[in-house]
């Protein structure tokens, strides 16, 4: 009785592919008019000079409500080899992390009257950024 209940299996699910093939779809034409009205949106303006504050955060709402974000690094992550690396990259929480407090502490020294520094600062920061970048790309190839 043991000995059968061990080779005993499951039969799969069956799935319904043609409901997720129609679901995969479908998404893509309507993912690329809303990147396609979205880099209009920002160019219009930009064109005509609209505040860049409020243009970034409708680019953020807009991408964040839409899953805008989420198909470009899925298309992004199709290029053989280097896309799933550029996507790791890009999701490092690391390097949000460092840019944040790099945003942060520019800010603080900007009003403290440091604004020189704050470049040097800035220029060593995306230096340790793309450094780190270009090493994790290399070690992925070694």
Same mark, same amino acid.
């Given at each position: 009785m043991i000995k059968r209940l061990r080779t005993r299996r499951h039969p799969a699910r069956p799935t319904n592919t043609a409901a997720l093939e129609t679901a995969s779809n479908s998404t893509w034409p309507q993912m690329l008019l809303w990147a396609i009205g @979205? *880099? *209009?949106?920002? *160019?219009?303006?930009?064109?005509?000079?609209?505040? #860049? !504050?409020v243009l970034a955060g409708v680019a953020v709402l807009v991408g964040l409500v839409s899953g805008l974000f989420v198909w470009m690094l899925g298309l992004i992550a199709v290029v053989p080899l280097i896309g799933p690396l550029i996507v790791k990259v890009l999701s490092f929480s690391f390097i949000w992390l460092l840019n944040a407090l790099g945003y942060l502490v520019s800010y603080?020294?900007? &009003? &403290?009257? =440091?604004? !020189?520094?704050?470049?040097? =600062? &800035?220029?060593? #920061?995306? *230096? @340790?950024?793309?450094g780190i970048v270009i090493g994790y790309v290399v070690a992925q190839f070694i």
């Open positions: @979205l *880099a *209009a949106l920002i *160019a219009i303006g930009v064109f005509l000079g609209w505040d #860049t !504050r603080v020294a900007i &009003r &403290r009257g =440091y604004s !020189r520094d704050v470049l040097t =600062y &800035r220029g060593l #920061t995306m *230096a @340790l950024l793309i």
